[in-house]
């Protein structure tokens, strides 16, 4: 079972993790918001067309390729924290 130790670095990893989620969703949403009036689509997403999904999809693109590696680095790196020992007795 991880320690203190551990705990502590993998949360401060998932909030990194959260920093990078929101960055990129304010990115999505603001590049979704271009060519609407006020330069913000619709708050219900249901209400987007189809040029709309199309900026907000690109983004993401472009914002995966910005984080998609540190994210995933993070990840693993939570999972090698939180994995139990592999000397550890059972």
């Given at each position: 079972m991880p320690g203190t130790e551990e705990r502590t670095a993998a949360?401060?990893?998932?909030?990194?993790?959260?920093?990078?989620?929101?960055?990129?969703m304010i990115a999505c949403e603001r590049a979704a918001g271009r060519g609407w009036r006020h330069r913000?689509?619709?708050?219900?997403?249901?209400?987007w067309d189809k040029r709309t999904w199309s900026r907000f999809l690109a983004e993401a693109q472009r914002?995966?390729?910005?984080?998609?590696?540190?994210?995933?680095?993070?990840?693993?790196q939570i999972?090698?924290?939180?994995?139990?020992?592999?000397g550890e007795a059972s």
């Open positions: 949360s401060h990893r998932r909030g990194l993790i959260e920093d990078l989620a929101t960055t990129t913000q689509p619709p708050h219900n997403p249901a209400r914002q995966n390729f910005l984080h998609g590696a540190r994210i995933r680095q993070l990840r693993r999972d090698m924290l939180e994995a139990p020992d592999a």
